[in-house]
């Protein structure tokens, strides 16, 4: 049920999205409004309810008093438009129509200030036509439920508050690439700033908290994988040039580099891009044009740094010099390159796509090393001795039955250090109750991981 929740939100938000990257009749904006109504209309059949109601407490999405992370991360403009309608949740009644709907997602990309107050909401949604989706007041007007939301998800956030909450990091992260992308998209002036800036907040939290930040990565993104690929890249991107101890003029080099490398996707269909079937010669040489096209493409914008433009246009080319584009004779490798070229195949290997489920890291490793002269031995080895098996932030299954999130590689590479989230019984510990285990500090005998569990997202944490 939790994931049926989370996925009828995501449809909701990526409408809302494409809404403001297209326009209101736009096939793909039509395609998301619609799989919305259809999930929406499922859950009404099997839940018996009249009513779908979605909160927002502190910038996150509340479902029946829990915390939805995956919604959040992409639905950062539902959440800022909930928050100019001074409404502390919003409910989609049964029998809800199209027509009801697009004027919803109208409003959404029309409404540029926010209002005085929720009376004054509740009448333009009246005066719009919109009946069947109603505003609720903050959490805090009933008892007991905490403090009203007074902070805007992420732009003018001072860096502390970023730094309490991957969250708000991972809403940054995919706004400023969805942003990046859609601008290109359009040939509007690309916004580079934010994207250092983002990455500049990635790095301060990633120092002190790497289990938390790569958790995130897990959270899927389902059909608009650019934007979650470059975010996931770009983060164990930074996790890595962090455990490496690069300078840290580097690590925000990478992390901005990995969030733009795809740019020039942007420019290809996405028919194209996400074409389930075999591709033709030309769809494919289109898409091996990509490195090239998001290196002209950042060629052309203000301040952009050489180290983004040759990471766009060289990703795709490896150790070896094979790869694409073809690479000239006194062409140089770049270590931060290198390794951005790495994290690349790691998250495509890894990533679940809508035709292939996610690959395990140690499989993934055994394809990565296999391949010969693909990648900077050096930075693969390393890349392999900080990910490990189990990498930071993925669950797993103790051979006694409780379930643990990987806080770090152990000195024995299949022995990580975990923090124990779930009992044997199968119940859940609560924040506080949660301990840690360090499996290399005991015998093997006693205890060990018996499997990873690569679908499990923790709605709850
Ligand atoms: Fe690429
Ligand atoms: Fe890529």
């Known amino acids: ?41 499922a859950f009404f059949e099997m839940s018996e309810k009249e009513e779908f109601f979605v909160g927002i407490i502190d910038g996150h999405f509340i479902f029946n008093g829990k915390r939805l992370f995956g919604p959040t991360i992409v639905g950062r403009q539902l959440i800022q438009f909930m928050q100019m309608l001074q409404c502390g949740g919003v409910s989609f009644k049964k029998g809800l129509t199209v027509e009801d709907l697009s004027a919803f997602m109208d409003l959404t990309d029309g409404l540029k200030n926010p209002l005085n107050s929720l009376q004054e909401a509740r009448e333009l949604f009246k005066k719009q036509g919109i009946l069947l989706i109603t505003l609720a007041g903050y959490y805090s007007d009933q008892p007991g439920m905490g403090a009203p939301d007074s902070k805007r998800p992420w732009e003018g956030q ?18 400023v ?37 790569m958790q995130y990565i897990h959270y899927p993104d389902y059909d608009s994988y650019t934007i979650g690929h470059s975010v996931r890249v770009s983060s164990i991107a930074v996790f890595l040039g962090m455990k490496m101890n690069w300078p840290e003029e580097n690590i925000l080099a990478i992390g901005t580099a990995g969030i733009l490398h795809d740019i020039g996707k942007s420019r290809i269909a996405s028919e194209i891009l996400y074409k389930a079937s075999k591709l033709t010669a030309d769809e494919f040489r289109l898409i091996q044009d990509h490195p090239r096209v998001g290196a002209e493409l950042l060629l052309a914008q203000r301040d952009v740094s050489p180290l983004d433009i040759a990471a766009a246009w060289g990703h795709h080319l490896r150790y070896d010099g094979k790869g694409y584009p073809e690479k000239p004779s006194w062409a140089v490798r770049n270590p931060v390159i290198a ?52 990498p930071p932030g993925t669950y797993v299954e103790l051979t006694d039955g409780r379930i643990g999130m990987v ?33 290399g500090a005991m015998d093997r005998g006693s205890l060990g991981v018996s499997q990873l569990l690569l679908n499990y997202l923790d709605t709850e944490n």
């Open 1 to 41: 049920m939790d994931k049926k929740v989370n996925d009828i939100i995501i449809l909701l938000c990526k409408g809302i999205s494409n809404r403001r990257l297209y326009f209101s009749n736009h096939p793909k904006v039509i395609s998301y409004a619609q799989n919305f109504l259809k999930e929406l209309t």
């Open 158 to 175: 001072e860096a502390g508050g970023f730094l309490q909450s991957p969250t708000l990091i991972y809403q940054a992260l995919f706004d």
């Open 177 to 213: 690439v969805t942003r990046a992308h859609g601008d290109a998209a359009f040939s509007r002036e690309l916004d580079i700033d934010s994207a250092r800036s983002v990455s500049e907040f990635m790095l301060r939290f990633t120092q002190s908290n790497f289990a938390d930040v």
């Open 339 to 390: 390794l951005l070229q790495i994290c690349d195949v790691f998250e495509a290997l890894t990533a679940v796509r809508p035709y292939k489920q996610a690959m395990d890291p140690s499989h993934a490793f055994s394809v990565m090393t296999t391949d010969k002269g693909a990648f900077h031995p050096g930075l693969l080895s390393a890349f392999i001795a900080f990910i490990g098996i189990y």
């Open 407 to 439: 806080t770090g590689a152990g000195i024995i590479i299949d022995r990580p250090q975990l923090k124990i989230i779930q009992h044997r019984d199968g119940t859940r510990l609560k924040k506080e109750d949660q301990y840690a285990v360090d499996l």
